[in-house]
Each structure stands twice: as C-alpha cells, then as structure tokens.
C-alpha cells in the first residue's frame, strides 16, 4: 500500500524551524517518548508543515496528526476546527490533548495513542516493509 503524499506550503518550513527550536514544556515531554520510532516503531517529526499548517506530531505512516493544546490555542478553537477538518478531508487523523493533560497524565495519553495506533493497525494492512 503506497502512503499518500500531502504537499505543503514551503514558506512554512522556517517557521516549523522556529516552533521546534522553541517547543514548549509539554511539547517536549511528548517529543521524548514520540522520537527514534519509540512508540509501536512509528516514525514522527514534530512541528510538521502540512498542506497550508503546522501540526505538533505527525506519522505519515499512520496519517496521524497529534496536537497539544496549550495557551496558543486558547481562543482559537475556531480556527483549530477549521484546520482540522481541512487535514481531514486531506486524509489525516487526528488527536488532541490539553496542555495540563500531558503534563500531569503524560502515562495516560501515550496508552490513547497507543490505542489508536492498535485500531488502525487492525483496520488497515501493513507495508510488507513493516509486516515483515
């Protein structure tokens, strides 16, 4: 099964540059346990230009978009479900936890991802360079 390819904005790629070089507290708690494929051997990249947007983690194996919401998004709930339902009509899912919630349930985020990750392998066959 081939992956699917999204474009992206090209502009946005020094900003992506300038968010990780400026990742926030949860940012990098999550990054920690996101990075070197340590999650089910996924591989993620963190501040990731998608389409016309930056989205905080994202597998393109798995076509999951993980986002942390935290003081910037706070009065902008608008403008996240607007950029969230265009990535999905893209083919991206997503999953999104509160700022507070990494920070003190950190153990209980990674098992939802996890969780999710397990649903879509048994809904969706495996490259045969995983199924190996």
């Not at 507290?25 to 930056?54: A, C, S, V």
């Amino acid at each position: 099964m081939k992956r699917k390819i999204i474009p992206y904005n090209p502009a946005l790629k020094e900003k992506a540059r300038q968010l990780r070089n400026n990742s926030t507290f949860t940012e990098i708690m999550m990054w920690n346990y996101l990075k070197n494929k340590q999650l089910k051997g996924y591989d993620f990249h963190r501040q990731k230009p998608i389409d016309e947007f930056i989205v905080d983690f994202f597998c393109s194996e798995l076509m999951l978009a993980i986002e942390v919401d935290g003081e910037s998004h706070y009065g902008n709930e608008v403008y996240d479900l607007q950029r969230q339902n265009r990535l999905e009509q893209l083919g991206v899912s997503f999953l999104r936890f509160d700022d507070m919630e990494v920070r003190h349930n950190l153990d209980v985020v990674l098992k939802r991802i996890e969780e999710w990750i397990c649903k879509y392998e048994q809904t969706h066959p495996l490259p045969l360079s995983r199924g190996d």
